[in-house]
């Protein structure tokens, strides 16, 4: 008896299966020749699989997304958050500071590792948590490496929240400065006195595939100490750009897919 041919769901099972089971995040050629789909083929389901968050897309390479992190931890060992690991664990020794990684979700961020000096341990990990952009520093950097057109839904949401867009305590103007510096900054806005600066790290498509969040007390992000924990978080957030874009960083990308609605 002849096998059935596979279905759409087959192609998005077998895709999102090879993904998490990988030890390092694959190519798409690598993915299309495991799964035995055409490459064109492949690239048209992982759109689909990104934009619905079960597969993050970082430069070239392909990595489980938030959906697969939140259904399976043996998908999530192999995950961004295991490659960050290191690199969070170097910058919170450096500075001092708690350490988060996030991803962005359809409106919001998610906060999927963290690390946590002991002096800090009065302050909340949010571990697993989803932020909104009008409070916290991770998903602002986020926003602000998004074209236009992609920040609507974060928009929506601080603006539901009642959160003002215009003026100049404004969410846009939190944005644009955030854009213009590269990182974003909060004192005190969720939970005082807790202070956070936070650096998206952008793939070479120019899509902000995670942020890093240095998060401790007031005082840790005095004016003096800024320029420092700028640097670190610039070379902390360079090197996970790196490690995601692998040894081939220098190959050109596969075409990217559209951002609209992605993990």
């Known amino acids: 008896m002849p096998e059935a041919p596979r279905t759409a769901v087959d192609k998005a099972l077998d895709l999102v299966e090879a993904v998490a089971r990988a030890a390092q995040p694959p190519r798409l050629t690598d993915l299309a020749e495991e799964v035995g789909l055409h490459r064109a083929t492949a690239y048209r389901v992982l759109v689909d699989l990104v934009r619905r968050g079960w597969v993050l897309r970082a430069g070239d390479r392909y990595l489980p997304g938030t959906a697969v992190l939140q259904l399976s931890s043996s998908a999530a060992r192999n995950s961004l958050g295991a490659l960050a690991r290191p690199v969070l664990v170097a910058l919170s020794e450096h500075t001092g500071l708690m350490v988060n990684l996030q991803v962005p979700e359809a409106d919001r961020s998610r906060v999927i590792d963290v690390v946590r000096p002991d002096r800090l341990a009065m302050i909340s990990s949010l571990t697993g948590q989803a932020l909104p952009v009008h409070r916290f520093a991770g998903p602002l950097a986020l926003v602000a490496a998004l074209g236009p057109a992609d920040r609507i839904p ?8 009642g959160f003002p867009l215009e003026g100049a305590g404004g969410l846009l103007a939190d944005i644009e400065e955030a854009e213009r510096t ?67 960083a220098s ?10 609605g992605t993990a």
Request: charged share 25%; with cysteine; hydrophobic share 40%.
């Open 154 to 161: 974060y928009l929506r949401a601080a603006e539901e929240a």
């Open 182 to 248: 590269g990182f974003a900054v909060e004192y005190g806005r969720n939970e005082q006195p807790v202070a956070s600066l936070a650096r998206a790290v952008v793939t070479p498509s120019g899509t902000p595939a995670c942020a890093l969040t240095l998060v401790g007390l007031g005082p840790d992000f005095a004016e003096d100490r800024l320029p420092g924990l700028r640097e670190r978080l610039r070379e902390a957030t360079d090197d996970l750009a790196r490690i995601l874009s692998g040894p081939a």
């Open 251 to 260: 190959a050109p990308p596969s075409p990217a897919p559209s951002t609209e």
